[in-house]
C-alpha cells in the first residue's frame, strides 16, 4: 500500500510538472510574439492572445485533469457588464478569458512587469492599479468605466486576495460604484476552484470545478455601492455554499 502511495504521489507531481512545462513554453511564445501582436487591431490582437488561456484551460484539463462544469447562462447579448467574482485560485482569473466576451481585469500592475506573461497581458487593456496607492479606488472607477464604454467587460475579484475554501474575505465596494457610476448591471460568479488549487502555485488534486453564473444584478436607483455590492456577495456567498453542499 505506500509503496502504491509513492507510485501515484510520483506519478501526481509528473503531471503536474508536465502542466507547467507546457504552460512555461506557450507563456514564453505568446510573451516573446507581443510586438508583433501589437500591430493588430484589437479584436484580432484579443483573440490571438487568449488562445493562450483556452490552451491553458484545456492544457489544465488534459496534465492534471482539472475539468469544469458551469451552471447558469452567461448573457452575451447584454453589453458593459461588470463581473464580480470569489478568488480562489489561478485557474478562475484564466478561466474568464473563455467564459465570457471582450473583457478587461482590474488587477495589481506589477503583473504587468512579468516577462513573456505580463508583455502578453499588457495587450488585453487591463485596468492595472498600484493597490498601494492613494488614488486605485478612482482609477478603477475612471478606467474600468473607460473599458465599458469601449463595450468590454470589467472582471473583478473583490476579495483582493485568493482566499482559500471555507474562509472569506469582505468585498470592497470598488466593483459596484463601477456598475452605478456607468449604469452597468453586475453579473456575479461563484465557483469552487481553490478546492483543487488553493492559493499557491501546486496544483493538489484533480476533479470538476463548478462554476455557477448568476442573474444580472441591476443597481437601483438611491441604491449605495455597500448596499450593491452586500447583494452581490450575498448571492455569490449564497451559491458558494450550494456549490459545497
Not at 510574439?33 to 492544457?59: Q, V
Amino acid at each position: 500500500m505506500l509503496r502504491s502511495e509513492v507510485s501515484m504521489k510520483v506519478l501526481w507531481t509528473i503531471r503536474v510538472i508536465l502542466f507547467y512545462l507546457g504552460i512555461g513554453l506557450a507563456t514564453v511564445l505568446f510573451g516573446a510574439s507581443s510586438p508583433i501582436i501589437f500591430l493588430f487591431p484589437d479584436k484580432i490582437r484579443y483573440f490571438i492572445i487568449t488562445r493562450w488561456s483556452h490552451f491553458f484551460i484545456a492544457w489544465a484539463k488534459k496534465t492534471v485533469g482539472l475539468q469544469y462544469r458551469t451552471k447558469g447562462q452567461v448573457p452575451h447579448k447584454a453589453h458593459s457588464v461588470v463581473v464580480i467574482s470569489n478568488h480562489q485560485s489561478a485557474w478562475e482569473t484564466v478561466f474568464m478569458q473563455t467564459l465570457l466576451p471582450t473583457q478587461s481585469w482590474v488587477l495589481k500592475q506589477e503583473l504587468l512587469y512579468i516577462p513573456f506573461f505580463g508583455w502578453g497581458l499588457a495587450l488585453l487593456k487591463p485596468v492595472a492599479i498600484k493597490r498601494q496607492k492613494r488614488g486605485a479606488y478612482h482609477q478603477v472607477i475612471s478606467k474600468g468605466t473607460q473599458r465599458l464604454r469601449e463595450d468590454r467587460w470589467v472582471v473583478i475579484f473583490p476579495e483582493g486576495t485568493r482566499v482559500l475554501p471555507g474562509h472569506h474575505h469582505r468585498f470592497a465596494k470598488g466593483g459596484a460604484s463601477l456598475a452605478i457610476e456607468a449604469q452597468s448591471p453586475i453579473l456575479p460568479i461563484a465557483h469552487n476552484a481553490g478546492q483543487f488549487w488553493p492559493r499557491g502555485w501546486w496544483i493538489t488534486k484533480p476533479g470538476t470545478i463548478q462554476v455557477s453564473i448568476g442573474p444580472l444584478i441591476h443597481p437601483k436607483t438611491g441604491e449605495s455601492a455597500q448596499e450593491l455590492i452586500s447583494r452581490v456577495e450575498q448571492w455569490i456567498r449564497t451559491e458558494m455554499s450550494n456549490i459545497h453542499e
